[in-house]
């Protein structure tokens, strides 16, 4: 258990960093010839919606580099994530990925960005075509519209590049794990005023878990996107880009627990039918312009189309009929789903960088739009009764259908200026206006921010910032199960409000970045249903009130360390200690949301032992955490620990061939990952990813 004295650690850590700055300073930093090491991001881009340096950030975001990703050969958003301590992982069913952010759920639809617009997140993110991940913490409302206060998540994408770029990699590990990756960018004229950019993957894994006829999963993964660049004139810029993900493969929703801990069968087993499968295939196409317009204004102006086709066919394991022994039956149901989301969005906006009455002024004025629409078809199957461990027999159709479709769009319009007063003091300002028209129902919101930079060195700030996010809540309406006394009522949007005190030091010869904050969240006016009984008019439904007195409280402290700690060895580290409670909720009450521990922490850093050989270690913490809302389910902590080695060799001044060894979980660590629900009889947890043990990735890679 984390305890409060330990919090006081992180805060006096936090706060003490200033006093550092003066003594831990070099005259000279080195690098190991030929090398560059660090994980140092000197820039953000997604915090101000425009590139601003992280001293110059009344906030704290995480910055994931290229350089990390390729270390650790991510092939998931989760991979990534898992660098920022801030971030915690939730369930994968439905072959996708969940994360809270400072206990907050990430939303896939409101959560997630791709060069700084709303992405549909659905799926598995194709981080081959990723530069970096920007982890934005807090209330994002301001620039963002609809969003929750723990934060957001952009991925940048990859850049074309003026020059001659060529890498060639082949990736195989653990489970069959196989991934071919072509990435080449350069100019296409000698003028170098058009560049593009192509990256392919080609992927395919199995798994070390089996379903109840012996097989395993097994996906199929195609990634390839094109990015080009036209330089119009010296002042304005065309970018146009696409992409495509294709992702192939069977269904793993996690393991079963009884609510003591003690695991139902093997952890090898699934307990979704060996046929279940989802397909999901996904195309990005879009456009930006970057124009300046004149030595004080510049303007940026885009648009993005993304289609978004699964078929989705599961079986749905239940556990109604099954004993806490394990005896009984597994009730295998299931569907044939079709889904197809369209999301677009579009944004414009004007930026400014000009001194009034002797002050520096860098306002933004802008506005963005998003379009969502969705269409699902769906055939449901006869359910079976299988035997735990039992293979499960062929679907069979019941006759029942179910279609659903639904449309929205939100606009929103903010402004923003961040004044430099003098060499130590800035203050940003800005306020958005936010509507959202779904089924002929607007719902209208207004978010601030307010933030005070203070400069008390060269290499440091201090910052205080005020931040809103709102989530809305739509409109009140009965169904088929439930009658709503106040059926019809349009509902306030969910309203988070941060207050957050934090500092930020570029240390060692500006070779090391360390930042922390202590914060403040707290969301309410969250919708909650209070359940009134049956209804007198019809005994087959309930009848229920929905209000809006929920309201969740989270505190905690943040330390993060980016860069050199000698000449020869680098590391990116983060913690957190989180206080995250459900303060009113008719159930609820009193509880710690899903996935989120008390305690957290990452560290993942490389060692030049030669200027050929590198070694790497990362140590991953996760505090215990409750499984299910009910809190009734808990999940032991766990320290897993990864190592890797990487040798390069510098064939010319061009052409370098590297070859890597990853062993992640060295120890063969048991852990419970992400996910967790309790059934319908209340005795199981379900759904609960189990980590996996000792495994392994070799990769030989040319660079050009």
Request: proline share 2%.
């Amino acid at each position: 258990m984390f305890t409060k004295s330990k919090l006081a650690l992180v805060i006096g850590a936090v706060l003490a960093t200033p006093a550092m700055a003066e003594s831990v300073k070099t005259d000279e930093h080195m690098v190991v010839e030929g090398r560059e090491y660090g994980y140092k991001a000197e820039t953000n881009s997604t915090a101000m919606r425009m590139e601003a340096t992280q001293l110059e950030t009344p906030g704290q975001v995480a910055v994931i580099g290229e350089q990390i990703i390729d270390e650790q050969r991510a092939s998931t958003l989760g991979e990534v994530l898992q660098n920022d301590a801030s971030v915690s992982a939730g369930g994968t069913g439905r072959n996708r990925e969940r994360f809270s952010l400072r206990g907050f759920e990430v939303n896939s639809s409101t959560g997630f960005l791709k060069d700084g617009n709303q992405h549909w997140s659905h799926y598995r993110q194709p981080v081959e075509l990723l530069e970096q991940v920007e982890v934005v913490k807090g209330p994002s409302g301001l620039l963002y519209g609809a969003s929750a206060p723990g934060g957001l998540i952009n991925m940048v994408s990859k850049k074309p590049s003026n020059d001659t770029q060529i890498s060639v990699s082949q990736d195989i590990g653990s489970d069959d794990h196989s991934r071919t990756m072509v990435d080449v960018s350069g100019a296409l004229n000698e003028a170098e005023t058009l560049r593009a950019r192509t990256v392919i993957s080609k992927e395919s894994y199995s798994s070390w878990r089996e379903y109840g006829d012996g097989s395993s999963p097994q996906t199929d993964r195609l990634v390839a996107g094109l990015f080009v660049e036209y330089d119009l004139s010296d002042d304005v810029t065309v970018s146009v880009h696409y992409d495509k993900t294709n992702d192939h493969g069977s269904v793993d929703s996690g393991a079963l627990y009884t609510l003591d801990g003690q695991r139902v069968g093997s952890k090898n087993h699934i307990w979704d039918a060996q046929w279940s499968e989802i397909e999901n295939d996904v195309e990005n196409l879009g456009f930006d312009v970057d124009a300046s317009l004149n030595d004080v204004w510049s303007m940026r102006v885009g648009y993005n189309y993304q289609d978004f086709s699964r078929v989705d066919i599961e079986s749905y394991p239940s556990f109604a009929n099954i004993a806490l022994d394990g005896s009984g039956t597994v009730t295998q149901g299931g569907n044939h789903r079709n889904d197809e989301w369209r999301f677009k969005t579009a944004y414009m906006d004007f930026i400014a960088d000009t001194d009034i009455a002797g002050m520096n002024h860098q306002m933004l004025i802008g506005a963005n739009w998003l379009g969502y629409r969705y269409l699902r078809a769906q055939e449901s199957f006869i359910s079976q009764e299988v035997a735990p461990g039992d293979s499960v027999g062929n679907p069979q159709y019941s006759g029942n259908s179910f279609n659903r479709s639904s449309r929205y769009d939100t606009w929103g319009f903010y402004l923003q200026d961040m004044v430099t007063l003098n060499d130590q003091w800035q203050v940003i300002a800005g306020v958005r206006f936010d509507r959202k028209v779904e089924e002929g129902v607007a719902e209208e919101s207004v978010s601030p921010k307010l933030g005070v930079i203070y400069h008390p060195a060269e290499n440091g700030s201090v910052y205080f910032s005020y931040a809103e996010s709102f989530e809305p809540q739509g409109k009140v309406m009965s169904d088929s199960k439930t009658t709503y006394v106040n059926d019809g009522e349009i509902l306030d949007a969910a309203k988070g409000v941060s207050y957050e005190i934090g500092t930020k030091w570029e240390l060692l010869d500006e070779q090391l970045f360390v930042s922390g904050a202590v914060f403040n969240i707290t969301q309410q006016d969250i919708k909650l249903d209070v359940d009134l009984g049956a209804d007198p008019n019809d005994a087959s439904k309930t009848l229920v009130n929905r209000t809006q007195s929920g309201e969740k409280v989270h505190n905690g402290a943040e330390l993060s360390v980016q860069g050199y700690l000698t000449e020869q060895f680098s590391m990116t580290a983060s913690a957190m200690y989180l206080d995250a409670e459900i303060k009113k909720h008719e159930t609820f009450s009193g509880n710690r949301p899903v996935d989120v521990p008390e305690f957290a922490a990452s560290v993942w850093s490389t060692y030049a032992a030669t200027n050929e050989l590198d070694l790497n270690v990362g140590l991953i913490y996760e505090g215990s955490r409750y499984g299910n809302a009910e809190n009734t389910f808990k999940k032991d902590g766990y320290t897993r620990v990864d190592m890797g080695v990487a040798y390069t060799h510098q064939y010319d001044e061009n052409l370098e061939l590297i070859a890597r060894f990853a062993v992640e979980n060295v120890f063969d660590t048991d852990y419970l990952a992400g996910g967790g629900t309790t059934s319908s009889k209340h005795q199981f947890a379900e759904d609960v990813v189990i980590g996996e043990g000792r495994n392994y990735m070799a990769t030989l890679q040319v660079k050009y």
